[in-house]
């Protein structure tokens, strides 16, 4: 049953808020055009209001005679949250396709779903609801039937209401849904032609059944899937023989499709807001021009989605503990800066989902809310929609809120009626002047640390992998700041004679390993200024976990007549310099290749324990 009980008057109010929201911009004195450019990296000037509907491209040019555009529907959106771990739990294999709904639900530990629970994500600043959804899971479509049962359509309606209800908008899209997207990169026609075919019921079914819903219900193409994932092998053994070209080009065929589709539908879908996934959901393989947004009949309704976790280790799992470097905000300025080449052309972008994990104690990690106030100031100043993912991560479902207060307040603060009465100039221009200062203090007070860190004795390892795309600290000077994303050093200040343990983990970084190495050693800073003559003589060393033989002996030696170092890897050593110490004097065997490149392999993590004192 739909359930349009207050909508036209919620439909009302917000056309009103936006119209007031323009004309009080419209008051506002306007920036000059000779006004100076931004030194923060990544911030983008955005558009005159006045001049922003030049810039839109040949497909989305237009006003909509349905009223809103796809630019100021996100506006409207505020910033939402996820029902994650819940419609998309895909407990097909083990419950089959007529199981009842909760047991699905269920799956992956969420609570069953009730309107109290999406009230309260309301009242806690969310003004989206974000639904995935596994349809297959009521879906016999192995044996070519396509048809979603009522009862699962019936579950996902309900959850549409008990949103609606709550005066949020909602997102609804087919998730990751057990792989089968996969089909599309079988290596067999029929299957590939069947996963269209597939596709396209589908959506004929969602779209006729919620068609006579309001605008406030969105249809998203797909989740992460649309990319790379065209390949995946979950379902279709077969699949994986896209190339990256041919990805792009079937990304672009599905999303058309998508669009095609439920306009056929009529209804209000003729000129419902539709969400295109973008490629990986990716920002920097959605801006790659072999991305393409469909064309559309309807004008100005279609937005972008993308999704944001860098870095993943940060965002994604317990391995990075903290965030807020120079090169943190400028990495996430350049990235959300990129999408305004969507917004630009007329499309509403939406970022479908950010976030940051928890700690190793379940608890919100050190700077989560710098990093979610910077995220969200970015989305102000460009206009976009940011969706929190969230599995009752930092919302609990079942206590009905946010269990830290300090998170809490800050979502509530960020709410669309938080913000309503400011004009949409003053949002964007406080959210532009927070970001640039905001980073001009970072980068002071990282500068300071580096000095601070420039006085003392730091004990690292120097790296470059074998194919130069991971490195740390390569120099002497000691510079911890100078390292590949999700790298993970175990630095030690050096205070004396003593024994030391420093080391590398690779495994949050993208390959989630180093290959080998071209360059390496142990190094520490200052060493020679404030213990002339020290030898490092290294007691262990590990790789992976496991000790390692060295191949050769090491020596202690320096460039800078400063930074105190043993060369690990250095190939550009041909000889033994005449001025190197060892532990005894003995020079025999004395390599600057005491690790050898051949047998390395791929390197998790390495380790070194070393003496550091007088020669004897």
Same mark, same amino acid.
């Given at each position: 049953?739909?359930?349009?009980?207050?909508?036209?008057?919620?439909?009302?109010?917000?056309?009103?808020?936006?119209?007031?929201?323009?004309?009080?911009?419209?008051?506002?004195?306007?920036?000059?055009?000779?006004?100076? *450019?931004?030194?923060?990296?990544?911030?983008?000037?955005?558009?005159?209001?006045?001049?922003?509907?030049?810039?839109?491209?040949?497909?989305?040019?237009?006003?909509?005679?349905?009223?809103?555009?796809?630019?100021?529907?996100?506006?409207?959106?505020?910033?939402?949250?996820?029902?994650?771990?819940?419609?998309?739990?895909?407990?097909?294999?083990?419950?089959?396709?007529?199981?009842?709904?909760?047991?699905?639900?269920?799956?992956?530990?969420?609570?069953? *779903?009730?309107?109290?629970?999406?009230?309260?994500?309301?009242?806690?600043?969310?003004?989206?609801?974000?639904?995935?959804?596994?349809?297959?899971?009521?879906?016999?479509?192995?044996?070519?039937?396509?048809?979603?049962?009522?009862?699962?359509?019936?579950?996902?309606?309900?959850?549409?209401?008990?949103?609606?209800?709550?005066?949020?908008?909602?997102?609804?899209?087919?998730?990751?849904?057990?792989?089968?997207?996969?089909?599309?990169? %079988?290596?067999?026609?029929?299957?590939?032609?069947? $996963?269209?075919?597939?596709?396209?019921?589908?959506?004929?079914?969602?779209?006729?059944?919620?068609?006579?819903?309001?605008?406030?219900?969105?249809?998203?193409?797909?989740?992460?899937?649309?990319?790379?994932?065209?390949?995946?092998?979950?379902?279709?053994?077969?699949?994986?023989?896209?190339? #990256?070209?041919?990805? !792009?080009?079937?990304?672009?065929?599905?999303?058309?499709?998508?669009?095609?589709?439920?306009?056929?539908?009529?209804?209000?879908?003729?000129?419902?807001?539709?969400?295109?996934?973008?490629?990986?959901?990716?920002?920097?393989?959605?801006?790659?021009?072999?991305?393409?947004?469909?064309?559309?009949?309807? #004008?100005?309704?279609?937005?972008?989605?993308?999704?944001?976790? *860098?870095?993943?280790?940060?965002?994604?799992?317990? %391995?990075?503990?903290?965030?807020?470097?120079?090169?943190?905000?400028?990495?996430?300025?350049?990235?959300?800066? @990129?999408?305004?080449?969507?917004?630009? @052309?007329?499309?509403?972008?939406?970022?479908?989902?950010?976030?940051?994990?928890?700690?190793?104690?379940?608890?919100?990690?050190?700077? $989560?809310?710098?990093?979610?106030?910077?995220?969200?100031?970015?989305?102000?100043?460009?206009?976009?929609?940011?969706?929190?993912?969230?599995?009752?991560?930092?919302?609990?479902?079942?206590?009905?809120?946010?269990?830290?207060?300090?998170?809490?307040?800050?979502?509530? %603060?960020?709410?669309?009626?938080?913000?309503?009465?400011?004009?949409?100039?003053?949002?964007?221009?406080?959210?532009?002047?927070?970001?640039?200062?905001?980073?001009?203090?970072?980068?002071?007070?990282?500068?300071?640390?580096?000095?601070?860190?420039? #006085?003392?004795?730091?004990?690292?390892?120097?790296?470059?992998?074998?194919?130069?795309?991971?490195?740390?600290?390569?120099?002497?000077?000691?510079?911890?700041?100078? #390292?590949?994303?999700?790298?993970?050093?175990?630095?030690?200040?050096?205070?004396?004679?003593?024994?030391?343990?420093?080391?590398?983990?690779?495994?949050?970084?993208?390959?989630?390993?180093?290959?080998?190495?071209?360059?390496?050693?142990?190094?520490?800073?200052?060493?020679?200024?404030?213990?002339?003559?020290?030898?490092?003589?290294?007691?262990?060393?590990?790789?992976?976990?496991?000790?390692?033989?060295?191949?050769?002996?090491? !020596? *202690?030696?320096?460039?800078?007549?400063?930074?105190?170092?043993?060369?690990? !890897?250095?190939?550009?050593?041909?000889?033994?310099?005449?001025?190197?110490?060892?532990?005894?004097?003995?020079?025999?065997?004395?390599?600057?290749?005491?690790?050898?490149?051949?047998?390395?392999?791929?390197?998790?993590?390495?380790?070194?324990?070393?003496?550091?004192?007088?020669?004897?």
């Amino acid at each position: 049953m739909i359930r349009n009980k207050n909508r036209g008057f919620l439909c009302i109010l917000m056309l009103l808020i936006l119209v007031f929201t323009l004309v009080g911009c419209k008051g506002k004195d306007q920036e000059t055009d000779n006004k100076e *450019t931004s030194t923060t990296p990544g911030i983008t000037e955005t558009p005159d209001k006045d001049t922003e509907s030049d810039k839109k491209d040949d497909t989305n040019e237009e006003e909509s005679d349905g009223g809103l555009t796809s630019l100021e529907l996100v506006k409207l959106m505020g910033n939402g949250i996820n029902l994650g771990n819940t419609m998309e739990a895909y407990g097909r294999k083990d419950l089959g396709i007529n199981a009842e709904v909760s047991s699905y639900e269920t799956f992956w530990g969420q609570p069953v *779903t009730t309107p109290e629970m999406i009230q309260s994500m309301k009242d806690a600043g969310f003004d989206t609801l974000r639904i995935p959804v596994a349809w297959t899971n009521a879906m016999d479509f192995e044996n070519g039937d396509y048809t979603i049962g009522e009862h699962y359509l019936d579950r996902v309606e309900e959850i549409i209401n008990y949103a609606l209800d709550a005066g949020m908008y909602v997102i609804v899209n087919d998730h990751w849904d057990g792989g089968w997207w996969g089909k599309f990169g %079988s290596a067999t026609q029929e299957i590939r032609d069947a $996963a269209m075919e597939m596709y396209i019921s589908m959506w004929t079914q969602i779209a006729e059944r919620y068609k006579d819903y309001p605008e406030q219900l969105i249809f998203e193409s797909a989740n992460e899937e649309l990319g790379d994932r065209l390949n995946d092998k979950d379902l279709c053994p077969d699949s994986g023989t896209l190339s #990256k070209n041919e990805c !792009y080009e079937m990304t672009n065929k599905i999303n058309q499709t998508f669009v095609d589709t439920i306009r056929s539908t009529g209804g209000n879908n003729k000129d419902r807001f539709l969400l295109i996934a973008g490629y990986n959901t990716d920002i920097v393989h959605t801006c790659d021009d072999r991305f393409v947004m469909p064309t559309d009949t309807a #004008k100005n309704k279609l937005l972008i989605s993308v999704h944001y976790y *860098t870095p993943w280790g940060y965002c994604g799992n317990e %391995s990075l503990s903290s965030w807020g470097t120079v090169s943190n905000y400028a990495e996430q300025n350049d990235l959300l800066a @990129q999408m305004t080449k969507f917004t630009e @052309q007329g499309y509403g972008v939406v970022i479908g989902e950010y976030m940051v994990a928890l700690n190793s104690e379940g608890k919100v990690k050190d700077n $989560a809310i710098d990093f979610f106030t910077n995220f969200l100031n970015n989305c102000d100043m460009y206009g976009y929609a940011p969706v929190l993912w969230d599995c009752s991560t930092l919302f609990i479902r079942r206590d009905l809120g946010i269990f830290d207060e300090e998170v809490a307040n800050f979502f509530k %603060s960020r709410s669309f009626a938080a913000q309503s009465s400011m004009t949409e100039e003053e949002i964007i221009s406080a959210a532009k002047s927070q970001i640039e200062t905001t980073f001009a203090d970072i980068a002071s007070k990282e500068e300071a640390e580096r000095a601070e860190l420039a #006085k003392k004795s730091m004990a690292w390892i120097m790296f470059n992998s074998s194919d130069w795309s991971v490195m740390y600290s390569v120099g002497d000077t000691y510079d911890p700041y100078a #390292k590949t994303d999700g790298l993970i050093a175990t630095d030690v200040e050096v205070t004396g004679e003593g024994t030391y343990t420093v080391g590398l983990d690779f495994t949050e970084t993208g390959a989630g390993f180093a290959n080998s190495t071209a360059f390496s050693a142990l190094a520490i800073a200052n060493g020679e200024t404030y213990y002339p003559g020290y030898v490092i003589n290294i007691i262990d060393v590990q790789v992976n976990g496991e000790s390692y033989s060295l191949h050769g002996s090491p !020596y *202690t030696t320096s460039d800078d007549g400063k930074c105190t170092r043993v060369n690990l !890897y250095n190939a550009w050593v041909n000889s033994v310099p005449d001025d190197v110490r060892t532990i005894d004097g003995d020079l025999t065997n004395a390599s600057p290749t005491i690790l050898n490149q051949e047998d390395l392999g791929e390197i998790k993590t390495l380790t070194i324990t070393f003496e550091y004192g007088p020669a004897k």
